[in-house]
């Protein structure tokens, strides 16, 4: 039976991506800060940890406790939708930290085991935002992009070990628990000659017919995980696809 962890399951695309896998017979290790918060359903399929991303010493407690995967999904993440200007220093590295070095130090991790294994797949959740950047969202855009980077780059080295990675990137997704904590987050420090452009932006947010459900995000998590010919970047949700149209992007 093959295994996969999953990070950041406590709600939204994380919990429908955990979901999916557990619908399709895999062994699924969800993870998240307080598993306690956990509403998945019981299954001898499935474990749920407590993982804390930016931290090494909770790394290294739960890819033990997982014992040997045949995939990773990093999905925890973290958003910011402020000013630069509104934004402290503090909370900025909590936002890379959490989207861009969690995964890197996950994957680290990840890849002695992978090796053993003969292979694997490493799954990176990103934006849209990387492709058609968005007012007030420079810092997580900035996490997200690196995020991109890094992938694309360790994509070369994965694969000497037979090890596939793959971006998925999904579109907005205001209705999810990750959207509200966002729009939350909103109220922090924003200098008043941002507020209203941060308005504006949320406005048009609100208002937008296309967007992203966390199934969306499960299925194209899935096809990166099972579908060896999968391409390096895929879209999830109406408005990650419209968006890949209007970049030029190929769709897969």
Known sequence: MSKVLITGCSTGFGLATAQHFLDQGWEVV?????????????SDRLTVLPLDVTDAASIEAALAAAGPLDALVNNAGLGMLNAVEGATIDKIREVV????????????AAMPGFRARGGG????????????PLPALAVYTGSKSGLNGFTESFAFEAALHGVRSHLVLPGAAPETDFGKNVMERIGFDIPAEYESFVQDYLAKLRGSTEVTQAEDVAKAVWRAVTDPSAPMRIPAGADAVTTFKQAGWPLP
């Open 30 to 42: 969800a993870t998240m800060r307080t598993p306690a918060a956990s509403t998945l359903p019981a």
């Open 97 to 108: 930290e959490t989207n861009l070095i969690g995964p890197i130090a996950l994957i680290r």
């Open 121 to 132: 797949v490493v799954v990176n959740v990103s934006s849209t935002v990387t492709v058609a």
